[in-house]
Nanobody
Framework: QVQLVESGGGLVQAGGSLRLSCVTS????????MGWYRQAPGKQRELVAR???????NYADSVKGRFTISRNNAKNTVYLEMNSLKPEDTAVYYC??????????????WGQGTQVTVSS
């Protein structure tokens, strides 16, 4: 069993900053990729940022230059530093991890989500 616990969401004014954290625990040997997705009301869930075990990152175009993803492998934790927040960043943010257990088995896990609201 794998658990993901997110924290750090909240209400912030436009231009402000927030830092999300996601702590993972459970049946984890090695996490391949860790990432953050978000879902705004009436919209599909979308990738915000992703970081591999080797440290390679990719970001949604809408957050490049404003958000930074990082991870602490020793703590099985992933972070999302969000700066210069805009009202359009308002969404529920979900932590995601990918564990490659074998050549033929890849397991996805999701957090429960944390609300980020940016007021104008």
């Amino acid at each position: 069993q794998v658990q993901l616990v997110e924290s750090g969401g909240g209400l912030v004014q436009a231009g402000g900053s927030l830092r999300l954290s996601c702590v993972t625990s459970g049946n984890i040997f090695s996490i391949d990729a860790m990432g953050w997705y978000r879902q705004a009301p009436g919209k599909q869930r979308e990738l915000v940022a992703r970081i591999t075990n080797g440290g390679s990152t990719n970001y949604a175009d809408s957050v490049k230059g404003r958000f930074t993803i990082s991870r602490n492998n020793a703590k099985n934790t992933v972070y999302l530093e969000m700066n210069s927040l805009k009202p359009e960043d308002t969404a529920v943010y979900y932590c995601h991890i990918l564990i490659v257990r074998s050549v033929s088995r890849r397991d996805d896990y999701w957090g429960q989500g944390t609300q980020v609201t940016v007021s104008s």
